[in-house]
Every structure is written in C-alpha cells, then in structure tokens.
C-alpha cells in the first residue's frame, strides 16, 4: 500500500519529535527520512496532487496532534512561484515530481531586499533545509512553464496557522497565514502497518 510510505514517514518523524531539542537537531535527523520519502513517486493520492489554474496549492497530508511538525504537499501549476517569505520555523523542501528552484533572499544596508546566493534548483528525491537561525527568506517557483511539479515541505510547526511574512523588493512587509488548500487529510490509520 503506497500510503505505507507517508505513514511510515509520519511515525518517524513523530519519534524525531520525541527528542529534538534544536533546529539543528531536527533537519539533520528529518533530512535523510524526507530524501527517502520523495525517492519513490508512487504514494501520494491524487487528490493531494491536484493543480490550480491561478494559485500553486498546499495540501496538508499530516499536522502532529502537538504541533511540532507538519507536511504539506505543494503542487506547482506550471509557471507558478510563491511571493519573497520566511516561515519562522525550520523547514525541509523534497521534491517529488517536476523541479522546483528556491532563490533566497536578505535584507540589505539600504533596508531593502537582494538576492544573496545562487538559487536552488531541485529535481525529484532533492532535498533543500530551511531555518530561520541561518534566514530563510525566499521566493520558490516551478522550474516549468509547461508541467506541474510537487514538492513534499516540512516544518517545524503547523505551518498553516503560523503567523508568517511576504516581503516586496523595498523591503515592505506583510503578515499572512497559509492556511490549507484542503478540507480533509489522507486517512493513514485505517490498517496497521509496520512503520
Ligand atoms: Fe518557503
């Protein structure tokens, strides 16, 4: 049962959870177990791979009941990028499907905002760390005009209800909340299966 492997996956990390005390911590015990969730494309349900016309959507696949962790399916519509933002909490970026590129970003002396390294671009079972410690500042987009792309993120927190930041080139900002594109979450608890 493809499912198997996102259920495995919660179940790590929530024993990850169990002992991770910093961000260090948690991306370099979660970053090899996402790199292993994102090798194989055969798990995802199609609901939580679908597109929209306008916007790239965040599908929730699984929020720990205490908040420590979330993963969200990220589905890319051709050409569609994110505005500049942070998050706040740390946060992994596995690509599944298409490519993704990730090109950070700092606040400069004059208070605005440049790039300040070579963008990330990620092909399927890649894996970029985010923290807010090193910045985390970034714009991400779908390396295609022409096909969707899917990423598989997580973060440390319920990234949909965290109190977060867009930010314009002049180094405006502004407040947003994610929230979900979805209504309903896989259900991962209807057998048992050996995580
Ligand atoms: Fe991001």
Redesign the pocket.
């Known amino acids: 049962m493809p499912l198997a492997r996102l259920k495995s996956f919660v179940t790590t990390m929530t024993r990850i959870a169990e002992t991770a005390s910093s961000d260090d911590q948690w991306l370099s015990a979660a970053r090899p177990e996402l790199a292993t969730l994102v090798s194989v494309d055969d798990w995802l349900p199609d609901a939580y791979a679908v597109p929209d016309n306008q916007y790239y959507r965040q599908y929730l696949l699984h929020c720990d009941p205490l908040e420590r962790f979330s993963v969200v399916s990220f589905v890319w519509g051709p050409g569609q990028r ?1 505005p500049i ?3 706040m909490v740390w ?1 992994l ?1 596995g690509v599944l499907r298409g490519e993704e590129i ?1 090109t950070p970003y700092s606040a400069g002396e004059n208070g605005g905002l440049s790039i300040c390294g070579d963008p990330t671009r990620l092909a399927p079972g890649q894996v970029e760390a ?1 923290s807010p410690v090193v910045g ?1 500042i ?1 714009q ?1 987009r779908n390396a295609f005009d022409d096909r969707v792309s899917i990423s598989i ?1 997580v973060y440390g927190g319920n990234i949909g209800a965290v109190r977060r930041h867009v930010f314009d080139l002049d180094g405006n900002t502004k407040d947003f909340i994610s929230g979900y594109s979805n209504l309903a979450v896989p259900n991962l608890w209807d057998q048992s299966i050996a995580a």
Do not use: A, E, N, Q
Request: charged share 15%.
């Open positions: 994110t933002h942070d998050h946060g970026i990730s985010l985390d970034h991400v993120h």
